[in-house]
Every structure is written in structure tokens, then in C-alpha cells.
């Protein structure tokens, strides 16, 4: 079973920065892509950003060019630097990490979610 820790969360006025962090434990399986996603209340969770293990990213247009994601292989950590926030990227965000299996099942484990807020 693998758990996810994440930490980096917090409140900033709207042109800062925030750095969230994403550790996981317990993991078996070293194909793996991790990532970040947002959710507000009354909307459906939505992807931020992923990296596989191979370091492919992959990023929602919102946040292009002002968000970028890392990961450390050896302490199975992803990274989310977020600069130039806004007012809309308030939200919950959730790290989600995906696990593929010798035999070729996912795996998918998600993180219990930092709040981000961003004032105006």
C-alpha cells in the first residue's frame, strides 16, 4: 500500500509563490507517473500537472508557463513550483501517484489534498 504525504500548502497573495511537495511511501512498483491535481468545491477534480518516471511532462494550459513539476526518483517525491499564482488557482490540491504492475495493472493512490489559497 502506498500512502502519499504532501505538504507545501498555504495562503499568498495573487503574483507569489508556493512550492508543494509530494512524498510517497510504501512503493513497490517502479513504473510510476505522478501528479497534481486541483479541485474547488462544486467542480470536478482537475489534472495540474504530471511527470512520468522518465521525467515526460504534461501540464493543463491554466497553468503553463507558471507552474512547473519535478520528482526526485530516489526519495519518490514530486515537486509542483507554482509562481505567478492567481486568484483562480485557489483550490484543494492532491497529489496522485500511478503504479503499473509486472502483469500491467494500475495502481492509483491519491494524497489527502493542501489547501492553496490566493488572495487578491
Known amino acids: 500500500q502506498v500512502q502519499l504525504v504532501e505538504s507545501g500548502g498555504g495562503l499568498v497573495q495573487a503574483g507569489g509563490s508556493l512550492k508543494l511537495s509530494c512524498a510517497a511511501a510504501g512503493s513497490i512498483f517502479s513504473i510510476n507517473a505522478m501528479g497534481w491535481y486541483r479541485q474547488v468545491p462544486g467542480k470536478q477534480r482537475e489534472l495540474v500537472a504530471a511527470i512520468s518516471n522518465a521525467g515526460n511532462t504534461n501540464y493543463a494550459d491554466s497553468v503553463k508557463g507558471r507552474f512547473t513539476i519535478s520528482r526526485d526518483n530516489a526519495k519518490n517525491t514530486v515537486y509542483l513550483q507554482m509562481n505567478s499564482l492567481k486568484p483562480e488557482d485557489t483550490a484543494l490540491y492532491y497529489c496522485?501517484?500511478?503504479?503499473?504492475?509486472?502483469?500491467?495493472?494500475?495502481?492509483?493512490?491519491w494524497g489527502q489534498g493542501t489547501q492553496v489559497t490566493v488572495s487578491s
Open positions: 496522485r501517484r500511478t503504479e503499473v504492475a509486472d502483469d500491467g495493472i494500475e495502481y492509483v493512490y
